[in-house]
């Protein structure tokens, strides 16, 4: 029996909804989906985007509020939507209604203008269950765990504290431990502090490190890396997961790399989690074009059918 | 006739000298190079190596201060002796003796250990001519400018003021304006700031941009990208040359495509000098492996032969 899934449908004014309509008749063959939209405003996105609603989308949750999308607008609205039909996914799969969700993107700053506190997905999820949801983004043979994320650079410094990292490393070993053999610990300053030359944080992060090791039994995280040369073709055979300390510093080499295929998971909840690794696009959204890739949301599917 | 080129010998404990042993011959054909080392290093170092020295090789610069290379060693002794051959290399392109300079890499570490004050070559060179020498590093079609470079990234945000932003956008306008169309400005924070959700620095990035382009007369540069989508392969198809807010902003992606080619060139200066993309790689010094990859080393000469 396929699997149910929810899919919160994103902004609906960038390029979620045209996603799940392309994507509906493929996806339907691996996953039982379940959007969070409301049927007035599904038929709406359609006549906007000139795509007829597949007969077979019939398995619809509405959220209740409509508005009007308008195409790339950063919208209080839009905003309030995204977040609603993400918050009801998440209680279909904590009721276990369904088996996990995906959730298409939303805009950070239409959340804002909603009032939503939150910055993202990762850190709503955190507040619901009241657990360090961890945001790990990947394709094909290289992972990377945030360590921090949607925060400003200048607060990254703060949170390298070996006290707060241990605990980090200790859920990633849990949840990756039968996965990978060995798991890449970036610095977090150009050449590693270079000997303190240029920072002292990895002192901090070799400290956490070790002792997390010593209680696993073995090396299974690597000392701090140079950042710059962590991946690098030669890195890259040696390791296929890292922990980047700070947003960019790990979704930059996977992105250039493998943008188009990347997916979201959110580890350490009690429900299970994918997204696409991109954004709202409101640049090429409704426009109908063939820029758009449907990699990352059918990879996001095939990650919880094959869980 | 060939152009006449100062190689400064780098960390002799490193892999600096095997370098320029074995690449002696061919680099021949389209320089002709001068090395800054003493003779008895040379011999000791290619003992060491079990490579000889070729008989061509006979244009070395002595610096006078011998020390015995210990493979792999972070010390004082090799690192002042890499210090002085690098300055020696300098004085005799500011003589006019050389078109230019190729640096074979120091140690950082090595460097303060021999109370050296500077972090880097590039850093010395802003101290040697009082300039504001700026490190660019590439290969094929993807080149980095670096605005803050060897500091801990906790002091990074304070140099992020259209201030100090704009005398750098002017020198590179002026470096860069017969060779790219546009540059590709990053943003600091994840998301560029997220309208604020994370940070506002871009603010001061894109004002300073403002100004700047107002200036020249057209958008030369780009407004502060979202720095994890800025070099996925489509935005790599617009952009050639970025500017990166910090080190690792700009070299993570770039040494995650291009580790082996990356050269290093510093503009700016009344001299001009490229080094090798690379570090001393300890690891491997001495080791007279297969491993070692001469392609960096020999882009920098070739850049300074058509140059």
Not at 82 to 85: A, E, G, I, T, V
Not at 114 to 119: D, R, T
């Given at each position: 029996m396929k699997k149910r899934v929810a899919?919160?449908?994103g902004d609906l004014n960038g390029i979620g909804l045209e996603l799940a309509l392309i994507n509906h008749k493929n996806i339907s063959q691996i996953v039982e989906p379940i959007y969070f939209i409301d049927r007035d405003l599904l038929e709406l996105g359609s006549d906007l985007l000139k795509i007829e609603i597949p007969k077979s989308l019939k398995n619809i949750n509405g959220i209740g509020k409509s508005f009007n999308i308008e195409a790339g607008k950063v919208s209080a609205e839009s905003g309030l939507y995204?977040?609603?039909?993400f918050k009801s996914a998440v209680e279909s799969a904590k009721n276990g209604d369904v088996f996990g969700i995906s959730t298409l993107p939303i805009n950070k700053e239409s959340w804002k203008l909603?009032?939503?506190?939150?910055?993202g997905h990762t850190s709503a999820l955190r507040h619901f269950f009241n657990q360090?949801?961890?945001m790990v983004m990947g394709a094909n043979d290289l992972w990377v765990a945030l360590y921090t994320e949607?925060?400003?650079l200048s607060e990254i410094p703060k949170f390298i504290k070996r006290e707060f990292l241990e605990p980090f490393l200790r859920i990633i070993w849990l949840e990756f431990k039968n996965k990978f053999n060995k798991i890449a610990v970036l610095a977090l300053n150009p050449h590693g502090g270079d000997g303190g030359v240029c920072g002292n944080d990895e002192v901090e992060i070799e400290q956490a490190v070790l002792n997390i090791n010593r209680e696993i039994g073995f090396d299974f995280f690597s000392r701090p890396l140079v950042p710059d040369i962590a991946f690098t073709p030669r890195m890259r055979n040696e390791f296929k997961f890292y922990i980047s300390m700070y947003h960019d510093q790990g979704l930059i080499p996977l992105k250039t790399l493998y943008f188009d295929e990347s997916i979201n998971i959110s580890i350490n909840l009690p429900i299970l989690r994918t997204s696409v690794g991109h954004g709202t696009a409101f640049d090429i959204a409704y426009k109908n074009n063939r820029i758009l890739n449907s990699k990352s949301y059918i990879n996001s599917i095939v990650w919880l059918a094959n869980k």
């Open positions: 899919i919160s449908i995204s977040f609603n039909s909603a009032g939503i506190k939150y910055s360090e949801a961890i949607h925060i400003s």
